[in-house]
């Protein structure tokens, strides 16, 4: 499984637009990048999923650019409920196997 | 649907004792995972079942763990002895093959472990 890098953490606050970003150099042709978002004393919950470009739904944005060695998890207009640990994972797309969880990144949300 | 169930939510014990910690995955999904989450190694993979097989237990850490998928709506992890450095959260999570979102695995709230 490739290998991902993401900043320890980050600090924003509430109604600001906050992009994460991901690198994952080694990824292969057959890898998925997927995040999950872990709130205190709550188990991770996958958030979006995509393969190259964009991808959108109602809870957040990814950017995927053309050589899919890195990508932006984006979060519009932020709350205080949106402070979490925000995990980059890359794995080929299948239901069966390991998910690797990185350290992730902290996401500090101030009023 | 409930979700990922595990019982209990806390367990406080002493070194030596033997530990067992609970899960229901999601009704249908054919994939059951452990996991065990600290602050210094993160969030490990410890085994996961298919269809109550156990595929993989290479997460395993040692002997005094071991895990069991009796049916397709409970698993077990056990540690017998336990030991202080085995205080940590404990999650299930489940999965189901061939349909839904792939790379998507449901997690249950979690077992916050401490051995004293």
């Known amino acids: 499984l490739a290998k991902t890098t993401q900043p320890i953490s980050m600090d924003s606050y509430e109604g600001q637009e906050v992009n994460i970003t991901c690198s994952h150099n080694?990824?292969?042709?057959?890898?998925?990048i997927t995040w999950y978002q872990q709130f205190p004393s709550q188990g991770p919950r996958f958030i979006i999923q995509?393969?190259?470009t964009k991808v959108t739904n109602e809870v957040a944005s990814l950017f995927i650019p053309a050589d899919r060695k890195s990508s932006t998890l984006s979060l519009p207009r932020v709350s205080l409920s949106d402070t979490a640990v925000y995990y980059c994972l890359v794995a080929p797309l299948s239901n069966t196997g390991k998910l690797i969880f990185g350290q992730g990144t902290t996401l500090q949300v101030k009023p | 649907d409930a979700g990922v169930i595990q019982s209990p939510r806390h367990e406080v014990t002493e070194m030596g004792q033997e530990v067992t910690l609970r899960c229901k995955p999601i009704s249908g999904h054919d994939y059951l995972f452990w996991y065990r989450q600290t602050m210094m190694r993160g969030l490990e993979l410890l085994i996961y079942?298919?269809?109550?097989?156990?595929?993989?237990d290479s997460g395993m850490p040692e002997d005094r763990f071991s895990a069991k998928m009796p049916n397709a709506s409970f698993s077990t992890l056990k540690i017998q002895p336990s030991e202080p450095r085995d205080s940590a959260v404990y999650f299930c999570a489940s999965s189901q093959s061939g349909r839904g979102t792939y790379n998507e695995q449901f997690f249950g709230p979690g077992t916050r472990l401490t051995v004293l």
């Open positions: 080694n990824i292969a042709t057959n890898d998925y």
């Open positions: 079942f298919n269809n109550n097989v156990p595929i993989d």
């Open positions: 995509g393969y190259k």
